[in-house]
């Protein structure tokens, strides 16, 4: 059973708009979120953080809202810009006997149009 | 420090070969965390070292996969008797230990078995 979810494989957005991807998770012991992006024959590269004692945390043109309640996290890309064009993962980590290892969602595909 | 550095980039083998991967983690990293990702899945943990303990193994990982962290500084993962299942991207990440903190990922290593 997946733990970690991104219902979304694909999401298409023009340039200069809000981008907004969705996760939701099941495991409430979860207490560390991560975003990565990932181009194509690279290695997923860390975006943005959240523990779970915040609602909310910014980078710039990145912020993750985390609802604890609800299970669900999102990241929010603004404006968004071709470059952004990636697979997004949504990743958690925490819970009993956790090492810091981290449980992925499959990922969801941005693509960003000029 | 670039980085976590993987070879090869690219790895093509007949089935039944051996194969064997090396990550140098980031220098002052002392947790090493070795992840495979197939097509449309996210990155699925394999194992993990703290130094050269290996402290945590998935069920994931069959009797053929072995992983090495000898003087606690770079890794080898050794597939034997490859089969065409374990075609995939792996991907070595390092971390500092610490409860809450990132995981930064090398390039990986793409496995073709045929």
């Known amino acids: 059973d997946q733990q970690v979810k991104q219902n979304s494989p694909s999401l298409s957005v023009q340039e200069g708009r809000i981008s907004i991807l969705n996760c939701d998770y099941t495991?409430?012991?979860?207490?560390?979120f991560l975003w990565y992006k990932k181009y194509p024959a690279e290695g997923p590269t860390f975006l943005i953080s959240?523990?779970?004692?915040?609602d909310k945390n910014e980078d710039g043109r990145f912020t993750v809202f985390l609802n604890k309640s609800a299970k669900h996290l999102s990241l929010h890309i603004v404006p968004s810009q071709p470059g952004d064009s990636a697979v997004y993962f949504c990743?958690?980590?925490?819970?009993?006997?956790?090492?810091?290892?981290?449980?992925f969602g499959k990922g969801t595909k941005l693509s960003v149009k000029p | 420090d670039t980085g976590v550095s993987q070879n090869p980039r690219h790895k093509i083998t007949k089935r039944g070969q051996n194969v064997t991967f090396r990550c140098d983690p980031i220098s002052e990293h002392n947790r090493l965390y070795w992840y495979r990702q197939t097509l449309g899945q996210g990155p699925e943990f394999l194992t993990y070292f703290q130094n050269e303990a290996q402290l945590e193994k998935s069920r994931l990982l069959s009797d053929r996969f072995s992983a090495e962290r000898p003087k606690g500084s770079f890794s080898t993962l050794e597939i034997q008797r490859t089969e065409q299942g374990d075609s995939a991207m792996y991907l070595c990440?390092?971390?500092?230990?610490?409860?809450?903190?990132?995981?930064?990922f090398g390039q990986g290593t793409r496995l073709t078995v045929v």
């Open positions: 959240i523990s779970s004692i915040k």
């Open positions: 495991n409430s012991m979860f207490d560390y």
């Open positions: 990743a958690a980590s925490g819970g009993w006997g956790s090492q810091g290892n981290l449980i």
């Open positions: 990440a390092s971390s500092f230990q610490s409860e809450n903190t990132e995981a930064f």
